[in-house]
């Protein structure tokens, strides 16, 4: 009988901080057990005071907000593992192409930010896919092994393809997500310079 | 016909297994769409082709009765297959820059690290692991770079370059602007490197492997 009372009061307190941290977001698992990509891609700039991409990262759900340049974002693990694997392919497309010198002349500034849309299931899931290796094909494009982590199948795509499948995407860890992002906007490079 | 179809799907799976590869190489190899493949070893084509059962059979040096079932396969299936392919030493990052003399000196008994490869598809010469994060994130950390040292260096290409200046091998992106070339990382912390005359490129990236397990 005490314990069960000691319980009851136990699952209020921590129900209570439950609802309290998630005024701020939830960083922890939801009600259902499930963890969520607390933070979301909510748009890019280009800042010409400063000669670089921002990218906004916003708190789901929330109005707190960063502006980051997109180059430190790129080495920031802990922000990066915490964006949904289509924001973290945004954010290789977008760092890859500023490394290349390739702005964005349609949002220069804040008021003319890009914003990034949210579409896309929040939960963060084990991937099922998993970039198993790469390599380049008779005319010189990048073909990217997808390996199912669950059946011995492969899944062969070029860099421009997987940019438009958005669902396979979707299914592999954000930072491979980034890489990825990263080898799309190279493929698209190489197609320009050639 | 029909009776064997249940023993191409078996015949052909095993040859698969055996040969450790996936039914998307096979497709590769023998120029075949995976669909045609991955119907075949699910039993769903009722009556393949005789082009497709001869670039098989072919591939896996066996002959179409073999691969229909109408014959018994031999167990040397697995010699045949290992035939087919070769492997390649992953060697140390500081040792690439000898690998003309290291190479043939390399066997299973005094070294442990070997990837297998197809000679068809690529002519890699030897293989090397990504370290440090200086090409982070396209290429992360222990992933398995396969290079040729045969391949003509181009504009944009991923290269191992010994530079003399600081006495080291590095992993860069080959950049080339009419005489001028410089060694690029992908990671923008680190800096580009001026390549000159003296620097030397050992071979280039041709293919790359992520091991995750």
């Known amino acids: ?194 | 016909m029909s009776h064997s179809l249940s023993d191409i799907n078996g015949i052909l799976s095993l040859l698969i297994s055996k040969a450790r590869m996936t039914e998307a190489e096979l497709a590769r190899e023998i120029n075949i769409p995976r669909a045609t493949i991955n119907r075949l070893t699910s039993g769903k084509t009722p009556d393949p082709r005789a082009s497709t059962l001869n670039a098989i059979a072919a591939y896996f040096n066996i002959s179409v009765e073999q691969l229909i079932g109408k014959k018994p396969l031999l167990d040397n299936s697995q010699e045949v297959i290992s035939s087919t392919s070769e492997t390649i030493p992953v060697i140390e990052l500081n040792k690439a820059l000898e690998w003309e003399t290291l190479i043939p000196q390399l066997t299973t008994s005094n070294h442990f690290d070997f990837i297998l490869i197809d000679p068809s598809t690529c002519q890699g010469k030897f293989a090397i692991k990504v370290q440090g994060e200086s090409m982070w994130p396209q290429f992360q950390v222990n992933t398995l770079l396969i290079i040729s040292t045969d391949k003509i260096v181009k504009n944009r290409d991923y290269v191992l370059a010994y530079v003399k200046e600081t006495n080291e091998i590095v992993f860069r992106q080959m950049m080339i602007d009419g005489t001028y070339k410089f060694l690029q990382a992908i990671n923008s912390l680190f800096p580009s490197i001026t390549f000159t005359n003296e620097d030397k490129v050992i071979g280039t990236v041709i293919q790359t492997r992520l091991n995750l397990d």
């Open chain 1, 1 to 194: 009988m005490y314990k069960d009372v000691s319980m009851r009061i136990n699952k209020r307190i921590f129900n209570y901080f439950n609802q309290l941290k998630n005024l701020y977001g939830n960083f922890w698992s939801c009600e259902n057990g499930e963890k969520q990509y607390f933070l979301k891609l909510d748009g890019y700039f280009y800042c010409q005071t400063k000669k670089c991409t921002f990218v906004v990262i916003r708190i789901r759900n929330k109005r707190t907000a960063e502006t980051i340049p997109v180059f430190q974002i790129v080495n920031d693990k802990n922000y990066l593992k915490e964006i949904h694997p289509f924001d973290a392919f945004v954010i290789g497309v977008l760092s890859h192409n500023e490394r290349n010198g390739i702005i964005d002349t349609n949002c220069i500034g804040l008021k003319n930010m890009n914003r990034t849309k949210d579409y896309y299931c929040n939960t963060k899931i084990l991937p099922i896919l998993e970039v198993c290796g790469a390599y380049y094909n008779d005319k010189n494009i990048k073909i990217t092994l997808l390996k199912s982590k669950f059946l011995n199948k492969q899944i062969e795509i070029s860099s421009p393809d997987l940019c438009k499948n958005h669902f396979l995407i979707h299914s592999i860890d954000s930072l491979q997500a980034l890489a990825v992002g990263y080898e799309t906007s190279e493929a698209f490079i190489h197609d320009i310079s050639r």
